[in-house]
Every structure is written in C-alpha cells, then in structure tokens.
C-alpha cells in the first residue's frame, strides 16, 4: 500500500474504532480507566471508543467473536495484570498509527502495572504468524494524571472538510 492508501484506510479516517493495541498510542488523547474487582474499563477520548476487560477469570472464548479489541482473559502476576486478547477483527485495524498489519491470527498479551502514583507501564508482546515472523514486545510509559477529564470527540464519516460548517 502507498502512504496515502495507508492513512485513508486507518480506522480514524472512517470514524471506527483503533483497536488493540493502538489504542494506547492515541496522544494527546486521554485514556481513563475505571475498575472494580470484577471489570476494568478503559475509556478514550479519541472516536469516544471503551473497553472493558473482565477481571472474574473467565477464560478466552473458544471461538470468539471478532471485535476491535479482541476477546481478553486475565489474571494477576504479582502487581501486574496480564491480559491475553485474541479474537481481533484484522481486516480493518492496524497495530500501530503507522499501519503496521494486525491479523485476525493475532494474540496480544498486555502486562499493566501502576509503578508509581503518576506512571503506568505496559508491556505488549504481539503473537501474529500472518502478519511478523516472530512474537515482539514493546513497552509502553503512560503518566497518570487524575485530574484529567475526557473530551468530548466528534467524528463525522468521509466529512469533505465540512461544507455545512463552511456555509455551504
């Protein structure tokens, strides 16, 4: 794909969705997260997109339902929660803002971990053998700012530039 095709196929340009793991890229855009003992829910600013990740255990489904995030199972390593996500839809997300591929093949195993009040660390190690000739893994820095409040994102499909704003 041209650079241009790249870009007009992201799913930012069709108001869908990131996915996993571009999820986490999204600066300036803010992520928050809310949990309890039984779900984790991240929710970002960008194309007003949540996730929720189930924290009771249940295990990653056999045959799961492609969706943007894929399917998570969890559990607790020490201080670090450790999710194991498949079931990705592939045919329209990519990895990265870059437009790496990520396949419906993929397995993405995210270990979150709070190191301190104002940092959060992500490690993601990527699994797609349709996509890269071996697994990765790339460590992600987040700053924790609590007091950030979520924006409202408004997106309009294929907007030429807003013609009705332009008066038109």
Known sequence: MSPTEVELSKSSVNCMPRGLPAIWLQNPYSTYIVHNKDV???LYEVLNNWRLIHLDGRPVP????????????THWDGDTLVVESTGFRGEDIWLDRK????????TIIERIRRVNFGRLETQLTINDAKAYTRPFT??????LEPSAELMDFVCVENDASGPQFLGK
């Open 40 to 42: 984790m829910a991240q």
């Open 138 to 143: 790339v460590t992600l820095n987040e700053y």
């Open 62 to 73: 056999k045959d799961p339902e492609p969706w943007f995030h894929g399917n998570s199972a």
């Open 99 to 106: 437009g790496s591929p990520l396949t419906d093949a993929a």
